[in-house]
């Protein structure tokens, strides 16, 4: 298995972006023995021209003997401040800081390599430097497909729009006070600032030196995280924010419209089912009191007839 695919899989795996110190420290036992194979190639490439060069010394094609030897005069000051820089690149942890750097360096350009092969594939993921680590991402010509599923889920957090807005002006403005905050929102944005903190997106960054010495706040690596940037100065600009925003906004309006026509139906549907009880109700109690009122015209008429047949006896 090669080192790239080891990289790759780690990266994958890493819950939180993985920084180069982390790979140094799993990878370093397989980079060092690269790194001194490497090594030995330019050392049998100097050997091999330094045997050229006393090939040619033999058979006279070198330069006078004179002109390569320096005057009796003359000294070598170029070699004499090396010997202190070798004597302190002995030390060993001069020595071990040197192999860190070096397996560093040279895993850098396996993970540039790594990048570079996911970017010239069509495969949909990459990998993407947040947060000072690496770590895998969607990439953002698949977002409406990433984002059709994602709001099929349950989100983990869910920003409101003031909570957001607030978070904005923090981010572009940090380090910022709450006092500033609330003036450039034109609101209060206390109770907002405290959700923000409980969820890990700001913190303070000290006191501002000014009269009452307000407390200062900045975004997170929280922050970066959440909305895969490598730093704030990955964040959008303001006309893309706003478009965003306006988005957002335009989506929770559509989503409160349709809890009212959903409320609305049921309201209705539960009216629809409850008028024919009462009219049938109405029904019967009518029915009730016509039934009485027809006997009773019917004895009235009973009588009406016996009343003419008495007074004819008489």
């Known amino acids: 298995m090669s080192l790239k695919a080891k990289l790759e899989a780690v990266v994958y795996a890493a819950e939180e972006p993985v920084t180069l110190a982390q790979l140094a420290v799993i990878f370093a036992d397989e980079v060092l023995p690269l790194l001194d194979q490497a090594a030995e190639v330019p050392a049998e490439a100097e050997a091999e021209q330094i045997a050229l060069t006393g090939l040619a010394e033999e058979t006279g094609q070198t330069a006078a003997p004179d002109s390569l030897t320096p005057a009796s005069g003359d000294t070598a000051p170029s070699e004499e401040p090396s010997a202190p820089a070798e004597t302190g690149e002995g030390d060993e942890k001069k020595a071990a800081r040197l192999r ?62 003031q909570a957001l807005e607030t978070l904005a002006v923090i981010a572009y403005k940090q380090p910022v006070t709450a006092p500033e905050v609330s003036e450039i929102r034109g609101v209060d944005s206390g109770g907002v600032l405290g959700s923000l903190v409980s969820r890990k997106l700001i913190t303070t960054a000290g006191r501002k030196p000014v009269i009452g010495r307000p407390i200062l706040y900045k975004t997170t690596k929280e922050f970066l995280l959440r909305f895969g940037l490598k730093d704030v100065n990955d964040l959008p600009s303001m006309e893309e924010f706003e478009k965003m925003a306006g988005e957002l906004a335009e989506s929770e309006a559509e989503g409160e419209a349709q809890d009212a026509v959903n409320l609305s139906s049921e309201a209705g549907s539960s009216a629809e089912a409850t008028p024919p009880v009462e009219g049938e109700q109405a029904a019967e109690e009518s029915s009730e009191e016509t039934a009485p009122s027809a006997a009773e015209a019917t004895g009235t008429s009973e009588e009406a007839a016996a009343e003419p047949h008495t007074e004819h006896q008489a």
């Open 100 to 161: 860190d750097r070096r397996v560093k360096l040279f895993l850098q350009q396996v993970l540039n390599e790594l990048i570079a092969d996911y970017a010239n594939s069509e495969r949909g993921m990459e990998v993407r430097e947040i947060a000072g680590g690496y770590r895998m991402a969607t990439k953002p010509e698949y977002h409406d497909a990433v984002r059709g599923f994602v709001k099929s889920l349950k989100p983990p957090m869910k920003l409101s729009l």
